[in-house]
């Protein structure tokens, strides 16, 4: 078995095993000291807290997306929010106080940054980055003050030339 799908299966078994059963811990502590009404209470106040905060930071990762898009310029900080506030906003959304509290260090905006360099990471570690080919990006012949362009030249195989006939 490879390592990364041992890693997939840890990270599973963690998510549907333990998360569970850490919630259900924390649930019966708060219960045992504040009552079951007071819990039942406080997990609707706070996932409605939650949907709020969601609503309220969601709209501002799409306004902060549509303005990156039409300045012109490639909106990675705003797709990772986006991104995280989505996965925040069903952490919230899901009753427990564990998966709220990870959720809003997830969605608040002042903790966002240390999530979005989190998610980076782990995405900069699964990619693969792989090099301009032949006739792109720069290269010989590419520069600002060559007088090539782009395209098969002598030195990119064989060219046949022809006709387009419609």
């Known amino acids: 078995m490879t390592r990364r799908r041992r890693l997939s299966l840890w990270a599973l078994f ?3 095993v ?3 059963l850490v919630e259900i811990y924390v649930l019966i502590q708060v219960g045992q000291v504040i009552g079951a009404w007071p819990t039942i209470l406080l997990l609707v106040v706070d996932s409605m807290l939650g949907a709020w905060i969601v609503r309220r930071e969601g709209g501002r990762a799409w306004r902060a997306l549509n303005e990156a898009l039409a300045s012109g310029r490639m909106p990675a900080t705003e797709l990772a929010d986006g991104a995280l506030i989505l996965v925040g ?4 959304l899901t009753p427990g106080f564990v998966t ?3 959720g809003a260090l997830v969605v608040l905006p002042f ?3 240390v999530a979005r360099r989190m998610l980076a990471q782990v995405v900069s570690r699964r990619l693969v980055v792989i090099g301009p080919g032949p006739g792109f990006g720069p290269g010989p012949g590419f520069g600002p003050d060559s007088t090539r362009r782009p395209g098969p030249g002598p030195d990119d195989g064989p060219v046949v030339r022809g006709d387009v006939v419609d």
């Open 14 to 16: 963690l998510a549907f």
């Open 18 to 20: 333990v998360m569970p």
């Open 89 to 92: 906003g069903a952490l919230m």
């Open 100 to 102: 709220d509290v990870l």
């Open 111 to 113: 903790t966002r940054p």
